[in-house]
C-alpha cells in the first residue's frame, strides 16, 4: 500500500469517526430537547392539575389537610399580592375598569376603552375639628385651653378662660 492510499484510508477512517460522533452528538441533543419538552408538558399539567385542586378549595371543597393547609398558604399570598398590586395603583393613582380590565387614571368617570361608567371613589371624610365657642378658632382634641384666647375647654363654668399663674 503506497503512502497516499494509506493517507486516504486514514482521512476515510477519520471522516466516518467524525461523522458518527456528530450523528450521535446530534441523536443526543435532539432526545434531550424532546425529554426537556415532554418535562415541560408535565409541568404545565402539574400546575393545570393544582389549580384544578386550588379550584375546588375555594368552592369549599375539602381536600385534605396537606392540601387545605397548602391551598390557605396560596390563598395568603394572593391576598398578600392584590394588596401589593392595589397600593401600586394607588401610588400611581389608577384603578382598573371593572368591565375591559384596563388601567385607567382614577379621576376619570367613564373608561376611554369601553365607556363603562366608572365608579368614583366618595371623597375623603371632611375632618372635624373643636371650635372654640369665644374665638371660633379650630382646637385640637388634646387642647384643654384655646390657644388663641384662653377659653377652658370642657371646664367648670364658673372658670372659663386660662389664669395668668
Do not use: W
Amino acid at each position: 500500500m503506497s503512502i497516499l492510499d494509506h493517507l486516504g484510508k486514514r482521512v476515510a477512517d477519520t471522516y466516518k469517526t467524525a461523522a458518527k460522533a456528530s450523528g450521535e452528538i446530534l441523536e443526543e441533543t435532539k432526545l434531550r430537547l424532546a425529554a426537556l419538552n415532554e418535562q415541560n408538558k408535565v409541568e404545565e399539567l402539574y400546575e393545570k392539575l393544582g389549580e384544578k385542586v386550588f379550584s375546588l378549595y375555594e368552592k369549599g371543597e375539602s381536600l385534605g389537610e396537606d392540601f387545605d393547609n397548602q391551598c390557605k398558604e396560596i390563598q395568603a399570598l394572593k391576598e398578600t399580592i392584590n394588596s401589593m398590586k392595589n397600593r401600586i395603583k394607588e401610588l400611581r393613582n389608577i384603578k382598573t375598569c371593572p368591565k375591559c380590565s384596563i388601567e385607567i387614571d382614577l379621576s376619570y368617570q367613564y373608561c376611554p376603552r369601553c365607556g363603562k361608567k366608572q365608579e368614583m371613589p366618595p371623597p375623603p371624610p371632611k375632618e372635624i375639628r373643636e371650635v372654640c365657642p369665644d374665638c371660633k378658632t379650630e382646637l385640637d382634641e388634646d387642647f384643654d385651653f384655646c390657644p388663641n384666647c384662653g377659653y377652658k375647654k370642657d371646664g367648670d363654668k364658673s372658670d372659663k378662660k386660662g389664669s395668668d399663674k
